[in-house]
């Protein structure tokens, strides 16, 4: 009679408990996002926290901060270099949002083109973006020279027989800095601006074709609304941006001549760092921070509205 031999079953593999793994997954997440979320919490987060705090009490970083209340906020109302500033700051936003809206749409539709050499324009117009802030304000001051610019010389040349002097006249300075800020940032939200071309369709556009309509009408009737996302997408963008420029005014014109072009963002940096009174400072941090808050809400109010309708 044969012997029938039977083996053992193989045994089942070991398994880590199921709360253990879970831990081990947990910490392995968090080790990966640990150091953004410390940088942003170190870096931002405590920062506006703290400024938030300053704007109700006095201080000059060397002795103890007093309790003053509402006093910042009302002191801002009687203070003369706040509203000038936020009239300028107003100016400046009015001036550099449609602006680079415009010619950072019109450079997309120019160069959303299979033609040879567009990369090379494509390259040429964002170029200024990643340029140096520091040499497009000396190149652009140079430019707007009074009496020797290119600018002028052109002007003149052309029949103008008093040309402006841009950043030396209080009438000019806000113009010249606008006109800056929109050659350096158009070719970035031209980028924006040609990623949106290429999501529509051509179908769309040889139908309008076909159905007779011009080249205008198709820009209003099929651009236009197709490009509503990237636009709003852009108006937040350049709002926020607006609102917060600083660092072209002061290398530019340092907020002159006199007060013209001084805004809010600067009075920030000379009530805090310049002058030590870190309280008053944070004070109207805060307001430009609600005024942000506010426009970029109505903004979102609208797109929604829009979108709904």
Do not use: C
């Amino acid at each position: 009679m044969a012997q029938v031999i039977t083996r053992p079953a193989p045994a089942a593999p070991r398994t880590r408990p199921r709360g253990r793994r879970a831990w081990r997954d947990i910490l392995v997440g968090w080790s990966f996002i640990l150091p953004n979320f410390a940088g942003f919490l170190l870096f931002t987060i405590i920062p506006m926290l703290t400024a938030f705090a300053l704007a109700f009490l006095k201080w000059d970083s060397y002795g103890d901060p007093e309790w003053v209340g509402l006093d910042n906020f009302a002191r801002m109302l009687r203070d003369e270099n706040v509203h000038v500033a936020l009239r300028n700051t107003l100016f400046y936003a009015a001036g550099h949002i449609p602006l680079t809206l415009a010619a950072a749409l019109g450079l997309a539709i120019a160069l959303n083109r299979k033609l040879r050499g567009v990369p090379f324009f494509r390259t040429a117009a964002f170029f200024p973006y990643i340029t140096s802030l520091v040499a497009v304000a000396v190149v652009w001051n140079m430019l707007f020279n009074p009496t020797a610019g290119p600018v002028n010389q052109v002007l003149e040349a052309i029949g103008v027989s008093e040309p402006p002097r841009w950043v030396a006249s209080k009438d000019w300075a806000m113009p010249a800095v606008v006109i800056t800020s929109v050659w350096r940032d158009m070719g970035y939200y031209m980028v924006l601006y040609l990623a949106g071309l290429q999501t529509i369709p051509k179908e769309f556009y040889e139908a309008a074709r076909v159905d007779g309509a011009n080249a205008w009408q198709r820009f209003w009737s099929i651009t236009v609304p197709s490009l509503r996302p990237t636009t709003f997408f852009v108006a937040v963008m350049l709002t926020i941006q607006s609102f917060k420029v600083l660092d072209l005014i002061v290398v530019m014109t340092d907020g002159g001549p006199g007060r013209s072009t001084l805004v809010l963002a600067q009075l920030v940096y000379r009530e805090g760092i310049t002058e030590g009174r870190f309280g008053y400072s944070s004070a109207i941090a805060l307001v430009l921070f609600l005024i942000v808050l506010t426009v970029t809400v109505v903004q979102f109010r609208i797109n929604e509205r829009r979108s709904a309708s």
